[in-house]
């Protein structure tokens, strides 16, 4: 799974495209290593943090979390990026899963 649980929450692997042309999420996809992530797009410059701030919006719509529960966690200035949501491990677990689940089936 693209994410796992932390103390005070989980932490969700990305790999972003800022000036994607759009805010999307493109679905999920290994690495070299094998490790899964989130594939996402957002129209906003990597500059000054806006690419940043355009993808903690865009995963907390999809995963109707309030903005202020994420963060990044690490890679704020590469594409690959750590999320990390806070709040309980266990039903975020539980949210995150069946969203990938319906991301899987559109």
Request: hydrophobic share 40%; net charge positive; no cysteine.
């Amino acid at each position: 799974m693209f994410f796992r649980p932390v103390p005070g929450g989980v932490s969700a692997r990305l790999r972003v495209t800022p000036r994607g042309g759009t805010d999307r999420i493109d679905g999920l996809a290994r690495d070299a290593k094998g490790e899964t992530h989130l594939k996402l797009r957002v129209s906003a410059v990597a500059e000054k943090g806006k690419a940043n701030e355009a993808v903690l919006k865009l995963l907390a719509k999809a995963w109707g979390l309030p903005r202020s529960s994420l963060s990044i966690s690490s890679g704020e200035t590469g594409r690959n990026k750590a999320v990390t949501v806070s709040g309980d491990p266990d039903a975020l677990a539980a949210k995150l899963e069946a969203w990938a689940t319906r991301l899987g089936n559109d």
